[in-house]
């Protein structure tokens, strides 16, 4: 049995600028930045949930601009070969995470737990 939840959203932003588009999406949120350490703050800003329960982030890409959200789970391989089975497929693997399309075709994310609280809020799966 493993657990799994949604983590947050991806603001994925065509840009050479990551700070202005961090600027930006954090006064059209009303979110306070943060900024990440070592090799992810070059790619990523945070940008803070006032109730600390979803990751929000600006990131940098080459691909068109667009929003992802984010599954986080407690056994990244189970819980990609449960959405398989509802029809999702792989696309990608990244470090630890699977990049992931659904049967619909929006591109989404399967990452390792980051929420402090996730086994209280994530529901378990067989």
């Known amino acids: ?5 949604l983590a947050g959203f991806i603001i994925d932003c065509q840009t050479d600028d990551l700070q202005s588009a961090a600027t930006f999406w ?3 949120l009303g979110m306070d930045t943060r900024a990440l350490p ?3 703050g070059r790619k990523y800003v945070r940008l803070m949930d006032p109730e600390g329960y979803l990751d929000i982030e600006v990131q940098q890409v080459r691909h068109e ?3 992802h959200l984010d599954i986080e789970t407690d056994d990244i391989e189970a819980e ?4 398989e089975k509802l ?8 470090h ?5 399309q659904a049967p619909t075709g929006q591109k989404f994310c399967v990452v390792r737990v980051h929420d402090k ?3 209280t809020r994530a529901r378990n799966w067989d």
């Not at 029809?87 to 990244?94: M, P, Q, S």
């Not at 630890?96 to 992931?100: A, Q, T």
């Open 26 to 28: 954090s006064a059209a």
């Open 38 to 40: 070592g090799e992810e």
């Open 117 to 119: 609280d996730f086994a």
């Open 87 to 94: 029809g999702a497929k792989r696309l990608e693997k990244i």
């Open 65 to 67: 601009s667009r929003v």
């Open 80 to 83: 990609v070969r449960r959405l």
């Open 1 to 5: 049995m493993h657990k799994s939840k």
């Open 96 to 100: 630890s995470w699977w990049v992931m």
